[in-house]
């Protein structure tokens, strides 16, 4: 049942409710009486029913319509998702890398928010990339620090 066709179903019952008042109205038996007035208040229980009813059909769709809203993020999210793999660098990092082309890698600990933010080289010696989304530095490529304890051409 629909919010349509519950309006129907109140001004019905309305209807009848007022067919009531008028026979209530005209000259009735004084046993007929009593049972207009209980079949008034019944119609009026249904009444009040139906008002509840239409009101939790209201919250009900709403809800649907955020839960299809919902879906819809996390199907694109899946689609985003299935294109990456975690995966171990050269430098020991373990990151999200593009399946396709160009080849990139993405944040991990933004990829678990599920967004997806493109790491940057750093182009230092120590081979980092930088995440543009929450700033950390990831050792993707092979580090070319020279090791301690030696100099440089002297
Ligand atoms: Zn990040």
Redo the contacts with the bound molecule.
Sequence with gaps: MDAISLAGAYQGIKAAKEILSGLFEQKVDSEARPKILEAQAKLGDVQDALFVLREKLSELQQERDELRSQLVDIQAWKAREQQYSLSSTVGGAVVYQFIGSPDHFA?P??FNRREV?ILQDNHNMSGTFR?P??Q?NFPVKQSRKIPSGRTIGM
């Design positions: 944040c600990s933004c933010h995440c989304g929450c950390e």
